[in-house]
T-cell receptor, first 111, second 114 residues
Framework: GEDVEQSLFLSVREGDSSVINCTYT??????LYWYKQEPGAGLQLLTY?????DMKQDQRLTVLLNKKDKHLSLRIADTQTGDSAIYFC???????????FGQGTTLQVKP | ETGVTQTPRHLVMGMTNKKSLKCEQH?????MYWYKQSAKKPLELMFV???????ENNSVPSRFSPECPNSSHLFLHLHTLQPEDSALYLC?????????????FGPGTRLLVL
């Protein structure tokens, strides 16, 4: 079946880079997403990448996609305390068109 | 008001109560979704509506009853819930319900069933 896996926790120091990793199983997935959820809030779309791209950069965010290994990563440069949140990776199922979410990675940024 | 809004933000109800969650999107989208987010579990898709018609019902118990009176509003009617139904209920919308459509989420309703 379709599955998305993420590590559950990452801790970094303010100013360092954060790299959040995600693996997925649907090799035909068309779009892959990163969402951010701050405490007590809903999901905020951060960025997405189409499956024919290897990389996408948006200010401090860099998304890398390795289709061969079915691996997606989100790099946050110069991580700030305001980046502390849960980050969800999601893929679009090629079968159903539905979003399949990972369990979320909690990013803790220490001052 | 812009984006996707949800009310109430927090709700506490007993197992015999009846309540409703409301979602409104101001994006001109045609598709709306209900998700359930429980602690330490991936988001679970509950219902999908496209142009006010239900197109997806993911084996959700009948104690959850959705209603979509128009493409901007989505309700989730709750009755005789169980404590395990306590969760964050998220509404989302997208331009259409097809594959690859980017979904935009509301802030959620935190539900506690006693």
């Amino acid at each position: 079946g379709e599955d998305v896996e993420q590590s559950l926790f990452l801790s970094v120091r303010e100013g360092d880079s954060s790299v959040i990793n995600c693996t997925y199983t649907d090799s035909s997935s068309t779009y892959l997403y990163w969402y951010k959820q701050e405490p007590g809030a809903g999901l905020q779309l951060l960025t997405y990448i189409f499956s024919n791209m290897d990389m996408k950069q948006d200010q401090r965010l860099t998304v890398l996609l390795n289709k061969k290994d079915k691996h997606l990563s989100l790099r946050i440069a110069d991580t700030q305390t305001g980046d502390s949140a849960i980050y969800f990776c999601a893929e679009t199922s090629s079968n159903t068109g539905k979003l399949i979410f990972g369990q979320g990675t909690t990013l803790q940024v220490k001052p | 008001e812009t984006g996707v809004t949800q009310t109430p933000r927090h709700l506490v109800m007993g197992m015999t109560n009846k309540k409703s969650l409301k979602c409104e999107q101001h994006l001109g989208h045609n598709a709306m979704y209900w998700y359930k987010q429980s602690a330490k579990k991936p988001l679970e898709l509950m219902f999908v509506y496209s142009l006010e018609e239900r197109v997806e019902n993911n084996s959700v118990p009948s104690r959850f009853s959705p209603e979509c009176p128009n493409s901007s509003h989505l309700f989730l009617h709750l009755h005789t819930l169980q404590p395990e139904d306590s969760a964050l209920y998220l509404c989302a919308s997208s331009q259409d319900s097809g594959a690859g459509e980017t979904q935009y989420f509301g802030p959620g309703t935190r539900l506690l069933v006693l």
